[in-house]
């Protein structure tokens, strides 16, 4: 007879658990490239990309390094924080728009951290692709089906931007940041909203191009390749500056929160003018909106738990903080969560 795994599912009479945050980890390519190296090789400058971006430099994968790579070393990371072991996991969650193996690309990180019980898969949702991941992963806690999950944004955008096209490649970098999410008496994920709007698809993608080849009369395929990042960053700024404040005050409602009770505003890293305007709009003083742009540009799934990680192993971030959490990009999708740091 086919015996049910003990380690998992709720047990007749357990309670219905809650799930809590208790690592993080990450990773980013050691090259990196300032302003004044972009301007080298596309009409721009430190000037132009520092006052409308925030940024200053971005890391980049060089070619024999891997998404798997970067991933890996960053759930490692999460996993030693969260003191447990590779085969305590049930769970690995792959937020990424740059596969290495458009199959999927979380069980070649399953097999790189030796996490043999873990189930493995990828989750797509552009930059906001941490936040659907995060609102996912809390779902299989809930649900009582599994306890450790280990959840990662990874991206190597370098790879699919246009490095001719200045109106989007100084703004991507490559990184990947991780967190651990556990069971727990107590839930920390205090309220979500997610929304997607594929009318305004066009503004911001990564596409497929077929080109179509006749195997033999009658029969035609569209095999192709992905077009590099094309983006209307006018409309992706306006609609971001708009929906961005609409959905982290529906999260804090569904937390039963306000602003004030925020410590931390943790953002997708875009465009430090975006950061400030939605923090504005919610009245949150600029200390405690968490920013790395300056270091690591826009890199996508990776920015959120990028910038979170350092925040918390320089002890700014503390056990018990209340992060506001929100991420948009592609799709256009866009979400936010309200959590409680630690256990
Ligand atoms: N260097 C110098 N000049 C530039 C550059 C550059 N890198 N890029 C554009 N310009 C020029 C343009 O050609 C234009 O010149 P023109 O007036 O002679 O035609 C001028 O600067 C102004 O261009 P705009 O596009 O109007 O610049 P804007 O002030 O809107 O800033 C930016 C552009 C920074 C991209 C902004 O629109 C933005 O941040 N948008 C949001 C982007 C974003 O958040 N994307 C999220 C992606 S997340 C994901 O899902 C992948």
């Known amino acids: 007879m086919l015996q049910l795994d003990q380690t ?4 007749p009479g ?17 090259l990196s490239l300032d302003n004044e190296g972009m301007s080298q090789f596309v009409e721009t400058s430190d000037e132009w ?15 024999h390094e891997s998404l798997v790579g970067f991933a890996s070393e960053a759930a490692r990371a999460a996993i030693a924080m969260a003191n447990l072991q590779p085969t305590d996991i049930d769970l690995i969650l792959l937020a990424t728009s740059t596969p290495e193996d458009l199959f999927g690309t979380a069980c070649q990180i399953q097999a ?10 990828d989750l797509t949702a552009a930059c906001s692709g941490f936040i659907f991941g995060l609102v996912t992963a809390a779902q299989f806690i809930r649900t009582g089906v599994y306890r450790n999950i280990v959840l990662i944004g990874a991206d190597v955008l370098s790879r699919w931007v246009d490095w001719g096209d200045r109106r989007t490649c100084v703004l991507f970098g490559d ?15 205090l309220g979500f909203a997610l929304q997607s709007d594929g009318t305004q698809n066009s503004d911001l993608n990564l596409a497929y191009q077929p080109h179509p080849t006749e195997l033999t009369p009658g029969v035609s395929i569209g095999q192709g390749s992905f077009a590099p990042v094309t983006m209307n960053g006018q409309e992706v700024y306006r609609f971001a500056v708009r929906r961005v404040p609409e959905i982290i005050e529906k999260a804090l409602f569904h937390a039963g929160l306000d602003a004030k009770d925020l410590d931390w505003l943790l953002m997708h890293q875009a465009n430090q003018r ?31 738990p990028l910038a ?17 959490s929100a991420g948009f990009g592609a799709g256009l999708s866009w979400g936010s969560v309200i959590f409680e740091w630690g256990s």
């Open 175 to 189: 990184g990947a940041g991780a967190v651990v999410l556990q069971a727990s008496d107590r839930d920390r994920l």
């Open 308 to 324: 979170l990680d350092p925040e918390v192993r320089q002890g700014r971030i503390k056990p018990g903080d209340i992060i506001a």
């Open 14 to 30: 357990q309670q219905w658990v809650g799930m809590a945050m208790t690592g993080c980890g990450s990773s980013a390519p050691a």
């Open 274 to 304: 975006i950061l400030d305007a939605v923090a504005k709009r919610l009245n949150i003083p600029p200390e405690k909106v968490v920013s790395n742009l300056a270091e690591y540009g826009n890199t996508s799934a990776a920015s959120i």
């Open 8 to 11: 998992l599912g709720q047990r």
């Open 112 to 121: 790189k951290l030796g996490a043999s019980r873990a189930v493995a898969f």
């Open 49 to 63: 990309i520092a006052s409308r971006t925030g940024i200053r430099r971005r890391h980049l994968a060089a070619p």
